[in-house]
């Protein structure tokens, strides 16, 4: 028989403790699939955070750090800084993490023009813990800590980090995509690509956001979960890249 599919080298053969359908499973793969083909798997370091992902250096057969709450954009500087340049950093970050605890960690890091690469996680909740708000609840949305849904006067607007990075001059390429599908799993492929190769060319701070389900704490099936992706998240969270090229 043929094989259709082989795991990539770079990571390990082990079962994830993600939940049935979760979109982490399919980004990771992604993450592996780009180092394995950019032949940068002896030289990269990820910096893993806290949230759902934090076991993520399970299962790749590179060296992690784990630097809970939102502090992982500042131990990659001290890591990208501290070892010779061809090192590839890069980190994985989930909604609350970088776009509520370590809201300020991920700005610097980004204005800096730190020549690391963010692959951030947005499923509009805090996975882990149970289904909470974080910044990039939609409105409307109930949560376990907005069980009438979100509410502006109470917790203002959903966040748009893709956007704001790409306000940043230190950011050579922010972009959204989404990977609920083959054609954007291929898209989002290619973004998370070109965030690796950025670094690799010394171009600065890439940041690739990825819109992911949470069916257990959105307390739907998996095909709801990502009929919710396509039309309540990207109708917030537009899809595309803000800055930077392809
Ligand atoms: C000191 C401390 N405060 C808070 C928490 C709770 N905590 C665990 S994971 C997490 C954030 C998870 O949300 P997110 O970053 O959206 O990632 P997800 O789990 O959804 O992938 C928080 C706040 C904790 N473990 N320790």
Redesign the pocket.
Known sequence: MKPVYLRPQSMEDRITHYCPGCHHGIIHRLIGEVIDELGIRGKTIGVA?????VFIYAYFKLDFVVTP?GRAPAAATGIKRSLPSDRIVFTY?????LAS?GLAEIIHAANRGENITSIF?N?A?????GGQL?PTTLLGQITTTSPYGRKIAVDGYPFHIAELMSNFKGVAYSGRFAVYDPKKIISARKAIKTAFKNQMEGKGFSIVELLSN?PINWRVSVSDSIKFVKENMEAEFPLGVFKGGE
């Open positions: 955070p806290i949230g759902c992902s709450h970050q989930g909604d609350g993490d605890i996680v499923n909740n805090y996975g882990m813990t974080a949470c």
